[in-house]
């Protein structure tokens, strides 16, 4: 069974940056869209928050809160997905998970965990 393996996460003061990294433990195949979500302290699974998606074609898209500080990009040689965090909040304090949707199948990570402190 291939697993999403995240890396990156941290503890970093607000303003800082992080870069999260997630990449397949094996082959997995063509994947159609890559993507960030998120779940904050206190909420359940149901709650997690799509924060960022990038297409295979390029396409992304952002969570209004995160717009202008987050990027998102994906290495597709490398079956990578990347999330470029920077300015950070305290509201950005979460465990984030990376999902990858392949032939209508959707892979998640086991989540890297962000402490934004102010």
């Known amino acids: 069974q291939v697993q999403l393996v995240e890396s990156g996460g941290g503890l970093v003061q607000a303003g800082g940056s992080l870069r999260l990294s997630c990449a397949p433990s094996g082959s997995i195949g063509s994947i159609n869209i890559m993507g960030w979500y998120r779940q904050a302290p206190g909420k359940q699974r149901e709650q997690r928050e799509q924060?960022?998606?990038?297409?295979?074609?390029?396409?992304?898209n952002y969570v209004d809160s995160v717009k202008g500080r987050f990027t998102i990009s994906r290495d597709n040689a490398k079956s990578t997905v990347y999330l470029q965090m920077n300015s950070l909040k305290p509201e950005d304090t979460a465990v984030y998970f990376c999902?990858?949707?392949?032939?209508?199948?959707?892979?998640w990570g086991q989540g890297t965990k962000v402490t934004v402190s102010s």
């Open positions: 924060v960022a998606i990038i297409t295979s074609g390029g396409s992304t």
């Open positions: 999902q990858f949707i392949v032939r209508n199948n959707a892979y």
